[in-house]
């Protein structure tokens, strides 16, 4: 069993009373209103939510040895339990947004771009997925040449989280910028500055959830950065990405955990309360059974996903392997996420007819939870893993 140390469970209390304070009161107009609450971002940056895994040089926290990844998990489950829109913003403007800069970046990339996105004056965005190239990210068309000392960028981007907001300072994209010697593409990551000429934010999309997130498509039409906005090395972007998803996929489980929760929160009050034939619902093994089975779902998930952490954090170390961590974060991110769908059916069954209404937030958690079985990898691509984790042939 993996147990939080007492620091962990202490932040954790601190982020819930954020949560419930800065967002629950307002979340279900953001909600109807599918607004970014722009104004929150600088209070989360305050209280160190985007600098948890970011040593202090460059404005974050320092808890590289401490269990950084660990709060990070913490942070993103509190936030998800009031809001999974809110808890993405998070997730995405951490593990898609800063880390491929501060694990990738030049020192003067880190200096340039990450104080404002610690301090979350900025966000930013990761450019992976395009219209024809999901789940096989390697079939990438965005293209890049290198000309008079720039790259021109050429190609379109889609789903990309905190890509359009007030203060989206920099998107990271991968692109084809040759090929390899076996005829393979060399795909490498370049960053974009907002309001780059030929990098245009399309309309946000209409979306059945994560209302309050803020998801564009995006194009690149002659698009001209200079050549030193290369991430890392040239032909590294598929590694890179691979390893950001793998991050990613742990975040997104913490997500999971946190819906997870709230479903069993809202479920077992709704139980004791909810009175039918003159007694509480709560007495009929129909509805106690069910509410049972997301308890049991709600500690497996998080055990899942915490050892995850456990072992990121170990990895950080030098005490773990990146395979162990590649193969615990499929199998966190396979459970939970499909765990956190079927919780939500099943507490919008316990609220019957209220669970169709949306002033009862079950509703809007049912809308929120199915893209987490899909994004960042989706259950199939999570089995495919598992499997080749496990030496069975690809």
Known sequence: MFELSKDHEDFRQVVRDFAEREVEPHIAQWDRQHHFPTDLIPKMGELGLFGLVVPEEFGGAGLE?????????????????????????????????????????????????????VAGRALAGFGLTEPEAGSDA???????????????????????????????????????????????????????????????????????????SDTHGLTFENCRVPEANLLGNRGDGFKQFLKTLDDGRIAISALAVGLAQRMLEESTEYAKTRLAFGKPIGVNQGVSFQVADLAVMVEAARQLTYKAAWLKDELHAGRRSLKEVKQAAAICKLYSTEAAVTATRIATQVFGGNGFMEEFPVARFYRDAKILEIGEGTSEVQRMVIARGLGLPS
């Open 65 to 117: 040895d401490e269990g950084a990844f660990t709060f990070q998990c913490v942070a993103i489950e509190e936030l998800g339990r009031v809001d999974q829109s809110i808890g993405i913003t998070l997730s995405a403007g951490v593990g898609l947004g800063i880390n491929p800069i501060l694990t990738y970046g030049s020192q003067e990339q880190k200096e340039r771009w990450l104080p404002d996105l």
């Open 138 to 212: 390697g079939a990438t068309r965005t293209r890049a040449r290198l000309e008079d000392g720039q790259w021109v960028l050429n190609g379109a981007k889609a789903f990309i989280t905190n890509s359009g907001t007030d203060i989206t300072s920099v998107v990271t994209v991968t692109a084809r910028t040759g090929e390899k010697e076996d005829g393979s593409a060399e795909i490498s990551a370049i960053t974009v500055p907002a309001g780059t000429p030929g990098f245009t934010v399309e309309p946000p999309y209409d979306k059945l959830g994560w209302h309050v």
